[in-house]
């Protein structure tokens, strides 16, 4: 309906609505996976790519089969099936075309149907009205703000690593601060930008 | 391998294996809700409902399930669980419903359900499993309703909105607007998360002096 | 008899029956349970908008409020079109609500819909609020026509409706309801809350501007107190007020000739 351009949609999307710090979509696999810096790039290039694909994916399928034959509320196991597919056609493709890219992003790949913030993506896009190229910068965009807020936190641990820590809040305590202090952050770009 | 009895799994949940304390698991779709005591109740619910129902379904039907499609069938089932949950919300608590909107789909991705659906149901018969699920959920719900009791009282001055602060702690613009948005949500589970597992490395500390003795 | 579990005939199978045993208990769910949830939003919408316009509405007499609502005109933008059937249904038009601002003559030729039309267009978009823009008129005892709306407009998750009542002399809000929203529980959910609604009531909306948030503590005439901790769900209702309601409201009724 209301039209906003795609470059506040991906910029909104990236910071002032950031998919992880201000939505909580898709922790879990942060604190499982944001210990590392090579892993944490991994994963979130391959949420980037599942969350371009799976939104380019739904939105004609919500469009042109759910909502005119009235199945709109068979939508999350659509959605599901959806996902769950283009990560096992993802995982298949790049085994195949490169081992390589395979052992430094595929292993990655599984966790993401486990990911909140593919699902949350896509039912935004289906509650937010959008149209086919908004749905895309948006997919985009909260793919590119995950994975933004996971290499910094990895960047971040590893300098917590090397200091005195509370025994008690090691690991994922620690995590949940520095994530704290991040949202913090990013509220602060929240009156820069405004998207629905 | 044995079942484990229904008191050992209920302990297991509840206290010494909490999922969001010690596994850190399930936080995602349900940080969001914890502002409110209400909100946090009836997710919670659903979430331990779901739980135990998508557990004794894969329990049930293990022996039966196709290989290769147990994965997709696992998420099916749960999803199954939470379409059913959302139709049930939106005719009885219609208002409850429309205000937990996009959340509740969320559930299905919730980690606690993946993991007991994916690690206890296929191993254990479906009534325990359905109960391990169902604990599951409690000991999440006791978590996340501990941070909806310190989040809502700050910001609004009210548990499940009877007023418990006198009316001028919130008409002065004196509350703590910080204790419902996002960064307080990760504050408070990090300190929540940080005194159970002092408390934890306590008893194991005082367990292990214990023993070395008796061995001696 | 042994059953491969890892064949292909299985597998397949196994698919296949475990889709319809699950679909089929949902669609049952679906179809026994959407007829309540649909009836309890067009009561609301009943009540809220009776409430926005200022009249009496009390959910303890819903059959005396349904009365009243059948009482009012309704219009919407759009037109008619033949269905399958060879039935008018009404067709919604999209809506250019900058150009609509600057010359409130682009407002397309409202039509007159009846109370199905109405509870049709909910029922519809009940999972994503989606609404078009209704437009009420209620004629009083001594002839005064109160004007009101439904107007959809952008919120942080979703769309946020509102139901909007104006005054016969067009100077003052008589009323604001939440209609739909999907806002953060808690947060800008709390929009929806008689609290935060009720500050509308006779708020004077200035030429230009329109409704304005309260600062620190001053209350202006056409200010209302933003909900700490939630001021992009705020904006939004501020924005749909100022941006879409009062210019449509205005548009339609000059279009209708005004009450003079």
Known sequence: ?196 | MSTPTFKQVTRENLNINNPVLVQVLGICSTLAVTNKVTNTLIMTIGVSLVTGFASYTLSWIRTLIARRVRMIFQVLAITFYVVLLQLILNAFVPEVARSLGPYVGLIITNCIVMGRTETFAPANPPLISWWDGFTSGLGYMLVLGLMSLIREPLAFGTIADIPIFPPEYVSSGNNWTIAIMAPSAFFLVAIILWVFKTRALKIEAAAKPATAGGTK | MKINKDGHVFTIAFTFICTIVLVFPLTLAYVGTKPIADAYWLDQHILKTLTSMALPADAKNIDQARQDYAKLEKFTVGKYVKDTNNKDIVEYAGLDYASIATDPSKLPTVLKVTDADVSKALQDNSYTGNYPAFFYIYTDAQGAQHYGGDFTGPGLWGNVALAIGISPDQTQLTGMQVLFNVETPGLGGRIAEPWFTGQFAGLKPVAGTGLIFNQSGQKAENGFDAIAGATISSTAVKDTVNQRALVLLKAFIQQKGGSK
């Open chain 1, 1 to 196: 309906m209301s039209y906003v351009d795609p470059i506040t949609l991906l910029f909104a999307s990236i910071f002032t609505s950031n998919i992880l710090l201000a939505n909580f979509l898709g922790t879990c696999s942060f604190i499982a996976i944001s210990k590392d810096i090579g892993s944490a790039n991994g994963l979130g290039i391959a949420v980037i790519v599942v969350l371009v694909l799976s939104s380019a994916i739904s939105w004609p399928i919500l469009h042109y089969v759910l909502i005119p034959f009235n199945m709109i509320y068979l939508d999350l196991f659509v959605y599901i099936i959806i996902v769950a597919a283009v990560v096992q056609a993802l995982e298949m493709i790049i085994e195949r075309v490169s081992p390589a890219l395979y052992m430094s992003l595929g292993i990655y790949l599984p966790l993401i149907v486990a990911n909140c913030a593919i699902l949350g993506v896509v039912l935004f896009m289906e509650i937010r009205n959008y149209d086919f190229g908004q749905a895309i910068v948006f997919g985009a965009g909260s793919g590119i703000g995950w994975w933004l807020a996971i290499v910094a936190a990895a960047a971040m641990r590893k300098k917590i690593d090397k200091n005195p820590v509370p025994a008690g809040l090691q690991g994922p305590g620690i995590t949940l601060i520095t994530m704290g202090f991040m949202a913090m952050a990013f509220v602060g770009f929240s009156g820069i930008l405004r998207v629905q």
